[in-house]
């Protein structure tokens, strides 16, 4: 077994491009210690229907509990959710619970989604924020405190935002206001309780080639005290451990040399992947 785990992952059952079974398959074969499924949760905005799990979780949850069968004494099976800032349901009952923030909050109050493409984030970013990308991304990182501060097992891609960049939606990200706002928003995570994941998530799919989050980020974190866990963010199975290395190179240049492994017996801290 290699020191690695995949539990940031998506299905079929959400927005994915494999079974849950298939992303499991690719998990057993890559030679992870456990396979998480985190499927998106359930929001109340109509367009995301279809997208994230239905408000009934029962389907997903009895699939997820049968692969543990199928894998029992070969490699874990987590049941885990990615809730989302809009979501309406809970991680009650859940092995672990990522939170991730998918939207932010517009001057009128309304949500607009920060990672479905350039150029809805363009339209954005010119209609309701009259081109001011510190505001928006200000008002980004709000709802990133806001999850940080629910105390997740996992904080998602706390700089989402930043997805874009290199397709044309770009930050000044060694700007003092830019990474006050993101650092108060790490700041709200507890370190204690709360693993930052180094998402490749954006490499896999073509909109990024270096993993999230920045490296001045993830050198806040070491100072707090946290530790990181590697994922892949897979939505499909020939990502499930997609960029892992280069993740691990990012951790190292942050000043880290283990991660945390998430298994059925509870957080393992291992060597970085290499």
Request: aromatic letters at 8%; hydrophobic letters at 40%; a negative charge.
């Amino acid at each position: 077994m290699k020191n690695i785990c995949s539990v940031h992952t998506h299905s079929t059952m959400c927005d994915g491009k494999n079974t849950l079974a298939e992303m499991a398959r690719a998990a057993f074969e890559a030679g992870a210690v456990s396979f998480g499924a985190s499927g998106h949760s359930h929001t109340p905005i109509p367009e995301d229907e279809g997208a994230v799990l239905p408000i009934d979780m029962t389907a997903y949850c009895e699939e997820v509990l049968r692969l543990r069968k199928e894998y029992a004494g070969r490699m874990d099976v987590l049941l885990g959710i990615e809730l989302d800032n809009c979501a309406d349901v809970t991680a009650e009952g859940f092995d672990y619970w990522i939170g991730s923030a998918h939207r932010l909050r517009g001057p009128e109050g309304g949500w607009h989604t920060a990672d479905w493409d350039a150029e809805t984030l363009k339209r954005c970013l010119r209609e309701n924020f009259a081109g001011n990308s510190l505001m928006m991304a200000k008002n980004y990182y709000d709802e990133v405190r806001r999850m940080a501060a629910m105390r997740p097992t996992i904080l998602g891609h706390v700089d989402l935002i930043t997805k874009f960049k290199e397709n044309g939606v770009s930050f000044d990200e060694k700007a003092l206001s830019y990474r006050a706002a993101a650092l108060d928003a790490l700041h709200a995570a507890d370190p204690k309780e709360t693993l930052l994941e180094i998402n490749t998530g954006a490499m896999s799919r073509g909109y990024r080639r270096t993993p999230y989050p920045a490296l001045f980020l993830l050198r806040e974190w070491r100072e707090m005290g946290g530790k990181v866990i590697l994922t892949a963010d897979a939505h499909s199975a020939g990502a499930i451990v997609y960029g892992y290395a280069q993740a691990a190179e990012l951790a190292k240049a942050a000043g880290f040399d283990r991660s945390t492994l998430l298994t059925a017996s509870g957080r393992e801290e291992r060597p970085l992947y290499i």
